[in-house]
């Protein structure tokens, strides 16, 4: 008699520090990946797809869904704000350019939403160095925004997302271009694609 099945096969796919919100304090978690295997005999030998992924904490053995690891030890929140503040500047720059044009509009958006938020004021000439920057590298509008925007809370999904429309609209137009942008920015951030639209919509109807 053949006896086969399937089982569920925990593996550990990376391990760090969260702050468990059971322990509510540091604590060290692994990131826990479920594959679900045919097995012959109890031996697991063929993958049949993913089961699903979690975080375990190391002390507590609770267990949570991933964007819990987006809880920052508390020693990383300087770490955080610096590059959220990078990536509102890359981001921004990255929807001026997305038209092709640079216009001198767009570049006084950019610089007020970028001090509005940044620590270190700066000046357009800087601003002017920054752009060169980004326009000579290929870096993508994800660089940034994907170690920050996914956990954001939905308010300050959407401040970012305003941002960008101000930008985008600044010039008088919203191009295809800065339109495909800002989607990409959404789902970088893990926004709904209903609570984007929203905002989209608002923002259209204020500006008429
Ligand atoms: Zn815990």
């Known amino acids: 008699m053949i006896i086969f099945g399937t089982r569920g096969v925990k593996t550990t796919k990376a391990k760090g520090q969260f702050n468990c919100p059971q322990c509510e304090t540091n604590r060290d978690y692994r990131h826990r990946k479920v594959t679900q295997f045919f097995t012959l005999y109890f031996i697991p ?9 979690y975080v375990e904490c ?15 030890p508390s020693g990383d929140k300087q770490a955080f704000m610096a590059m959220y503040e990078k990536a509102i500047r890359h981001v921004m720059v990255k929807i001026m350019l997305a038209d092709g044009i640079i216009d001198e509009k767009e570049k006084v958006a ?6 509005k938020f940044g620590h270190n004021d700066m000046t357009a000439a800087e601003l002017d160095v920054y752009i ?27 401040v970012l997302i305003k941002c960008a429309l101000a930008v985008a609209f600044s010039d008088g137009h919203f191009d295809d271009s800065e339109k495909e942008m800002i989607l990409n920015m959404s789902k970088i951030m893990e926004m709904s694609s209903a609570h984007y639209k929203g ?4 923002f259209i109807e204020n500006m008429n």
């Open 110 to 115: 950019v610089l007020q939403i970028i001090n």
């Open 132 to 158: 060169k920057e980004v326009e000579k590298d290929n870096s993508d509008i994800s660089t940034y925004l994907k170690h920050v925007g996914p956990s954001l809370n939905e308010h300050g999904k959407e």
């Open 45 to 53: 030998l063929i993958p049949l797809g993913n089961k699903g992924e």
């Open 58 to 72: 190391g002390h507590c053995k609770g267990t949570f869904i991933l964007r819990v690891i987006n809880n920052q």
């Open 199 to 202: 905002i989209l919509s608002e």
